[in-house]
């Protein structure tokens, strides 16, 4: 069972993990970008190249972490992002290629045909104001541009980010034929509120194996 937590930046998708960790003691617990993801060499969307670049530095990274996810999939394996994180991400970026939305997505999705597809993806559904509040009152230092926010985390860019994903799920049959399951939690309230919405949609998940 391979499960996938996405959201925007600032969703709390590392804070949920974090708490799941210390639940679910036998499940194993993977993410993306992973450790020997190249942020160096990111490119800084310069023009419109740069987009299709970071795509594939994205799967490249992608293709190596599937190793992981395959070995341990006698477990419950989950991902704190994964391939939809490319198509909500790298898809407003890349669309300039294209003609509109569906042939963006099916391109990285052509694009990653060697990648196999989570059986759930839970999703948690922040505001943007929210999420780029929760960034900014947690982060201690800027980054090398001398801002606090990446380009990636600028409001502009997440809101291209939120319409790709709920596209993405608005029109999931159209996608794939995998019957991948979206449980999306309302991630704009406290943290136990999460966690224990979370706790349920996982235990209930474990019961129906
Ligand atoms: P993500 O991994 O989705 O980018 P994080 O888990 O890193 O998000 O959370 C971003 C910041 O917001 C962290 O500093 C975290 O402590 C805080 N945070 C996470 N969830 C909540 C919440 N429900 N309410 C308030 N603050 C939160
Ligand atoms: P991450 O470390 O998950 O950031 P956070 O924990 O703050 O959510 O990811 C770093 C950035 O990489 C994030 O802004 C989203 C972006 N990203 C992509 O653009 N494409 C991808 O395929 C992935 C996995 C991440």
Redesign the pocket.
């Known amino acids: 069972m391979f499960i996938n937590v996405e959201g925007i ?1 600032g969703s709390g ?2 804070t949920l993990i974090n708490y799941l960790k210390t639940e679910f003691t036998d499940m194993h617990f993977t ?3 992973t450790d020997s993801f190249e942020f160096d060499k990111l490119k800084k969307l310069d023009n419109k190249y740069d987009s299709i670049y970071n795509f594939f530095l ?1 799967t490249y990274d992608r293709i190596k972490h599937q190793e992981e996810i395959k070995k341990n999939l006698d477990k419950i394996v989950i991902s ?2 994964y391939l939809i ?2 198509i909500a ?2 898809g407003p970026l890349i669309d300039q290629f294209f003609n509109n939305m569906d042939e963006t997505i099916n391109y990285i999705l052509n694009t990653s045909k060697m990648i196999i597809l989570p059986d759930i993806i839970i999703y948690l559904d922040a505001d943007i104001d929210i999420s780029i509040n929760r960034i900014i009152n947690n982060r201690k230092s800027l980054n090398k541009n001398n801002k606090i926010l ?1 380009i ?2 600028e409001k502009d860019n997440l809101k291209n980010v939120k319409m790709y994903y709920n596209y993405f799920f608005d029109n999931l049959k159209k996608f794939t034929d995998k019957d991948i399951r979206i449980i999306k939690i309302d991630a704009n309230r406290n943290i136990n509120e999460i966690f224990n919405d979370a706790h349920k949609v996982i235990k209930d998940i474990i019961s129906n194996l």
């Open positions: 930046d998708k590392t993410k993306e970008p994205f704190d992002r994180s490319s991400y790298e990446s990636l985390e």
